[in-house]
């Protein structure tokens, strides 16, 4: 399902128009973001978590070359399914 699939489900299960919709999905993506880029995580119980999860810096190989290189440290956004997501999925 693509944005504007999800769009379309979304209206017409609320019965709201497809434009509020995606601008609130817009306004959704914009808060997670904006959360994640402050170190901060987002917690919707029965969903899941957002959350950064960082990495160290590391040694890694090019596998062209075979040379030794570093790998510097980096931040990355994570989801973590909640219970009632896992659940429902594995029914």
């Given at each position: 399902?693509?944005?504007?699939?999800?769009?379309?489900?979304?209206?017409?299960?609320?019965?709201?128009?497809?434009?509020?919709?995606?601008a609130?999905?817009?306004?959704?993506?914009?808060?997670?973001?904006?959360?994640?880029?402050?170190?901060?995580?987002?917690?919707?119980?029965?969903?899941?978590?957002f959350?950064?999860?960082?990495?160290?810096?590391?040694?890694?190989?090019?596998?062209?070359?075979?040379e030794?290189?570093?790998?510097?440290?980096?931040?990355?956004?994570?989801?973590?399914?909640?219970?009632?997501?896992?659940?429902?999925?594995?029914?």
């Open positions: 399902m693509n944005k504007t699939e999800l769009v379309a489900a979304m209206a017409k299960e609320t019965e709201v128009s497809k434009k509020d919709i995606e609130v999905l817009k306004s959704f993506v914009d808060v997670v973001t904006a959360e994640l880029k402050k170190g901060g995580k987002i917690q919707l119980v029965g969903f899941g978590t959350e950064v999860s960082e990495r160290g810096e590391r040694e890694g190989r090019n596998p062209q070359t075979g030794t290189m570093t790998i510097s440290a980096s931040k990355s956004p994570k989801f973590k399914a909640g219970k009632a997501l896992k659940d429902a999925v594995n029914e």
